[in-house]
């Protein structure tokens, strides 16, 4: 949903396919740093997703903003090949998972890896499987994290809010793609260069859009209202895991996501955009980690509850089952 970014509350307004991108734009980013262990060196590289008004790193030295907090930088120090993908901020999932599929091959055609571990985070989830679901030959393994794979009763709510106010839909819309192509600037590129849609994005991650998604791409997605999917299918590895935390850390600006819990379920069980349920998928590593939707990328600047699992620890861990698995 977010879905994902210290940009809080929104969410997005979603559909249709529009025109990919020049490739310059979405070009992968590898993240390198010095080896001091072979502990993450997975056989094949790390590609991580962005969620909603996501982004790879916004602002410059000394005040830049990674998104994924600390963990990739950790993961190469560890031996991992890893890389860093720029999708839209707000747009579909099938245009984002476009935009990654074509980051994808090129992260191929550059290591010379047959495959790639995907990792996606809120709508990044989504997004990663419909690259699984395009080119399943691609792709060894699929991870998601926080994301909202049956949707979000949050994206429901601003639908409902357009459906009972049209007037107020395209002064919205405009706004959020204006945030978007923000996004997008702030990390110093072209603000057209990238499509923008944030009603496609937020019409993606309803409960009804996330339903027609579901089965198009089943790859991994549970049968049962909140199961197990399967581990394994079509040679690809499924994993998930999430958080149920709201205010983790009162210091930390993303307690705002309190207000958007109480959205779903009444505030219970839930990360503050995506329900526990929801985020459901393949094999469940966790899913009730002390994080809220922030957290689970180690945001904002690895703010979190006192005793909850470090981020950081929780990836490496994973790049270290994914070694395991000769993944």
């Known amino acids: 949903m977010k879905y994902g970014s210290f940009i809080v509350g929104l969410i997005g307004l979603p559909t249709v396919l529009a025109t990919t991108p020049t490739f310059a734009a979405t070009q992968a ?16 590289p790390i590609v991580f997703g962005h969620g909603m008004s996501g982004f790879i790193r916004v602002g410059t030295d000394p005040i830049g903003l990674d998104y994924w907090y600390q963990i990739l930088p950790n993961l190469a120090r560890n031996g991992a090949n890893v890389w860093a993908t720029r999708v839209s901020p707000f747009n579909s999932s099938e245009v984002r998972g476009e935009q990654l599929l074509a980051q994808v091959e090129d992260v191929i055609a550059i290591t010379g890896s047959p495959k790639v571990n995907l990792i996606g985070h809120s709508h990044g989830g989504p997004t990663i499987r419909y690259v699984a679901g395009i080119k399943p030959q691609y792709v060894a393994s699929l991870t998601t994290v926080g994301a909202p794979h049956k949707g979000s009763p949050v994206s429901d709510f601003i639908l409902n809010i357009r459906d009972a106010a049209p007037i107020l839909e395209t002064p919205i819309v405009a706004a959020v793609n204006l945030l978007s192509k923000a996004i997008v600037w702030a990390q110093g590129l072209d603000p057209n260069s990238f499509p923008h849609d944030s009603l496609a994005g937020a019409n993606s991650l309803s409960l009804a859009g996330s339903a027609k998604f579901n089965q198009r791409f089943p790859i991994g997605m549970p049968t049962t209202a909140c199961g197990e999917g399967a581990y394994t299918q079509q040679g690809i590895y499924n994993y998930s895991f999430a958080g149920v935390g709201t205010i983790t850390n009162i210091l930390d600006v993303d307690s705002v996501l309190k207000v958007t ?8 069980d839930n990360d503050g955009l995506v329900p526990r349920c929801s985020a459901k998928f393949g094999k469940t590593i966790r899913d009730n980690y002390n994080w ?22 929780v990836y490496r861990q994973h790049a270290n089952r994914l070694k395991l698995q000769g993944l």
């Not at 819990?261 to 219970?268: M, T």
């Open 29 to 44: 980013t590898q993240v390198t740093a010095n080896a001091s262990s072979n502990y993450a060196k997975t056989k094949y």
């Open 261 to 268: 819990s109480l959205l779903i379920d009444g505030g219970k």
């Open 292 to 313: 809220n939707h922030l957290d689970e990328v180690n945001q904002v600047l690895g703010l979190k509850a006192l005793f909850a699992p470090d981020p950081v620890d």
